[in-house]
């Protein structure tokens, strides 16, 4: 069994997950802040945390899009080869009226 431990997104406590079947295997509540606590340290982290999945994020979105930027490449290439394109990557007839 493989195991995954999130963020709670509502309550930011800690979360153990099961990857297969994606049960809550535990739920740890975040500790309360003790008053006269670090609020703004904690705020601080809290935000370079999220600023570094966010930037994760960003990434995999970009790689996403070159691979997919490959793909549609290949593919037009192989139309091409094929014959189904003209010259000027334009459909044969595409540039006659038909009325």
Same mark, same amino acid.
């Given at each position: ?13 800690? $979360?153990?997950?099961?990857?297969? @079947?994606?049960?809550? $295997?535990?739920?740890? =509540? ?5 008053? /006269? *606590?670090?609020?703004?340290? @904690?705020? $601080?982290?809290?935000?370079? =945390?999220? &600023?570094?999945?966010? *930037? *994760?994020?960003?990434?995999?979105? %970009?790689?996403? =899009? &070159?691979? &997919? ?5 290949? $593919?037009?290439? &192989? ?8 010259? /000027? /990557?334009? *459909?044969?007839?595409? /540039?006659? %009226?038909?009325?």
């Amino acid at each position: 069994m493989r195991v995954i431990t999130v963020k709670c997104p509502k309550c930011r406590g800690t $979360l153990e997950v099961d990857a297969a @079947t994606g049960a809550v $295997l535990r739920h740890e =509540e975040e500790p309360k802040a003790k008053p /006269g *606590a670090d609020f703004f340290g @904690t705020r $601080l982290r809290e935000l370079e =945390e999220e &600023k570094v999945r966010r *930037a *994760a994020l960003v990434e995999h979105g %970009r790689e996403r =899009e &070159k691979t &997919k930027r490959g793909e549609f490449d290949k $593919l037009f290439s &192989k139309v091409r080869e094929e014959g189904r394109l003209g010259q /000027g /990557g334009a *459909a044969p007839g595409a /540039g006659h %009226r038909l009325d």
